[in-house]
């Protein structure tokens, strides 16, 4: 078998090749393998390598260095997506048990306006070689090959498929994607290590071969932050705390005069034959203005203020169940 599976481009670029090279081939397993005389497989594969042949079903990179001159932004665009898939199909066909893969990007436009804007999405199209299949962790892992290529795109935002139309992906938020091998092999060994325990207490009663446990583990892998803003009262314990305290004080009430109003007040001392004034005239001059007094104060506390963070341990028991079967025939 020379190739197999391979697309009609490349299928006719190699035949071409082929009968230029007067290399005899044939075709098997319906047109979907192309043979050549078992000596002559490795040189004929390297010979179409050195002519790039075959290409593949998929275009990377190379297609931004055939654009023309005076291609406008809109293809520009087109045309990075379309290498941009290509390589991530092609990055997901090194997997072992992927044949073919395939890509697509739902892109938005950028927008100025922040309620404006949406997130980017994928869906991967993946055909298995037959009798192979992903464990949940490699799917995990293509899910985020994509987020991470692909900029502000959530992993939960990446829908991948099989060949069957078969879900492999699960669109749950936040960190809730399939559980992955780690967190399998954890719960493994809880519930081994269980296992272990309970044989091991009733195994001198009962026998070695006497008793058999098993146990199921339901483990909580969610992840748990919480903040803590406490504050603590400035003076009294048992009161609640002063952030800030404000005193008001007004006066209303009627001032005396204190001389009699004018410019002969304000000059000096007179000579001791000024007349002197009257009681009368003294009388008149005491009528004073209303006078209004008001008075503010606020007062600024610094709070005892305690931050805490506390991230709670991932990987807590929930609840365990148990059984256990002892043979008491002896």
Known sequence: VLYANLSDR???AIIESLQQQNIPYKFAEGGGALLVPGNLVHEVRLRLA???LPKGGTVGFELMESQKFGTSQFLEQVNY???LEGELARSMQTIAAVQNARVHLAIPKPSVFVKDQQKPSASVVLALHPGRDLDPGQVNGIVHLVSSSIPNMPPQSV???DQSGNLLSSAREGNELLMDATQLKYVREIEQDYIKRIEAILSPITGQQNVKAQVTANIDFAQVEETAEIYK????PNTAAIRSTQTLEALNGVAQAG???GALSN???????TPITTGAQVANATSGNAANTRKEATSNFELDRTIQHTKLPVGNIRRLSVAVVVNNRN
């Open 259 to 261: 001389g009699v109003p």
């Open 233 to 236: 009262p400035n003076q009294r």
């Open 81 to 83: 997506q379309r290498s």
């Open 50 to 52: 050195s002519q790039g």
């Open 159 to 161: 829908t991948v498929l």
């Open 267 to 273: 000059q000096p001392a007179p000579a001791a034959t």
């Open 10 to 12: 490349d299928g006719g």
